[in-house]
């Protein structure tokens, strides 16, 4: 396998699945295949929701972890 076809790997699994949380690590899995020394991925999205700020996917070592930050405001001012 090489990185040439990467872009289009990721395209094809997208659309069979586009879930962020099987993207990810499936993403990262690759790389690995390809011979790319992965070991840590972070990926952030600013989401447009009323209470939800973010999501943030830790991939780390073959473990994924997902965080959501709540959206800031007078109720949940810290």
């Known amino acids: 396998m090489s990185l040439a076809d990467l872009g289009g790997w990721l395209a094809r699994r997208a659309a069979a699945d586009p879930a962020l949380a099987t993207l990810h ?3 990262c ?3 690995l295949e390809r ?9 952030g ?3 447009l929701h ?3 700020s973010g999501t943030q ?5 073959g473990t994924l ?7 800031r405001g ?4 810290r």
């Open 57 to 61: 996917l830790i991939w780390l070592a």
């Open 35 to 43: 011979g790319l020394p992965v070991w840590r991925s972070t990926l």
């Open 25 to 27: 690590p499936a993403f």
């Open 45 to 47: 999205l600013e989401t």
């Open 74 to 77: 007078i109720l949940t001012r």
């Open 29 to 31: 899995q690759a790389l």
């Open 65 to 71: 972890e997902e965080t959501e930050a709540e959206r």
């Open 50 to 52: 009323p209470e939800i």
